[in-house]
């Protein structure tokens, strides 16, 4: 597997603050990699910094050896990199399906003459594309359903399918679980494995709960206080003194 991702030397800080300090993670073609560490720890800060919603003060981020360094985020998302998020950014009064359609919007043609001759050959075809996600996704009982009226579970993954949508290099998934029923949890953790299985998309996942991640991630790496504290298997990075420290103290 080559490389994908390669995060070098990263540093942030807010104020005194050091969000991150030195950090450096590397991700493989098709590998599912887990960001661990406690509340504060720079997990969210880092995927901020890959997504260009903060800019780092020193170090490198790379995609198949392209700088990401300075763009904005939407075109890290043209790059390839989809993300979703712990508090959930979907369009609420929207259809399932539509929230997908808006993940679509980056492969719209932008010659205006091109897109008029062809406006609707385009639409059919993403329209195709998200219905064939809604149904891989088991969406169909809520593709015209008003986002707002999904359980919490169903919204979760909409925001999958709509990053999915943008058929991304690159999944980033900002505590997939979080605030998930166990049973919620074990679907979505499903869906996951089935994304990489099926589409081949390498992810990124920052995730609280361990065993989570430890069922989703081939590979762990640990931050604490913003830096890079361990890494290695599931159980190599969880039995790391280090890491038992940053979670339970002293």
């Not at 990263?10 to 493989?28: C, D, E, Q, R, Y």
């Not at 098709?30 to 720890?41: D, M, V």
């Not at 929207?94 to 919007?105: E, Q």
């Not at 996600?133 to 999904?150: G, W």
Request: glycine share 10%; proline share 4%; net charge positive.
């Amino acid at each position: 597997m080559g490389g994908l991702l390669e995060v070098k030397d990263l540093s942030l800080n807010f104020g005194g603050i050091k969000a991150l300090a030195g950090v450096g993670v590397a991700i493989a073609e098709g590998e599912t990699l887990a960001l661990i560490g406690p509340n504060g720890s720079g997990k969210t800060a880092l995927l901020n910094c890959v997504t260009g919603i903060y800019r780092p003060g020193a170090g490198s981020i790379t995609l198949r050896g392209e700088s990401l360094l300075g763009l904005s985020p939407d075109a890290v998302t043209r790059r390839g990199v989809a993300r979703t998020f712990q508090n959930l950014r979907l369009f609420l009064n929207m259809s399932a399906l539509d929230n997908l359609l808006v993940g679509r919007h980056l492969h719209f043609r932008k010659n205006l003459l091109h897109a008029a001759l062809r406006m609707r050959s385009e639409e059919v075809r993403h329209r195709r594309r998200c219905e064939e996600i809604i149904e891989f996704l088991n969406l169909e009982p809520y593709r015209k359903s008003r986002v707002a009226d999904c359980p919490f579970g169903i919204q979760k993954k909409i925001e999958l399918g709509r990053a999915l949508a943008t058929e991304p290099k690159l999944l980033l998934l900002d505590e997939p679980v979080s605030g998930l029923t166990a049973e919620e949890k074990e679907e979505v953790s499903y869906w996951i494995h089935e994304v990489r299985g099926r589409f081949g998309i390498t992810i990124l996942l920052v995730e609280h709960d361990l065993r989570a991640a430890s069922r989703l991630a081939s590979r762990m790496v640990a931050l604490d206080h913003g830096v890079k504290i361990a890494e290695g298997t599931p159980e190599e990075v969880q039995r790391h003194p280090d890491v038992i420290k940053a979670y339970l103290g002293d």
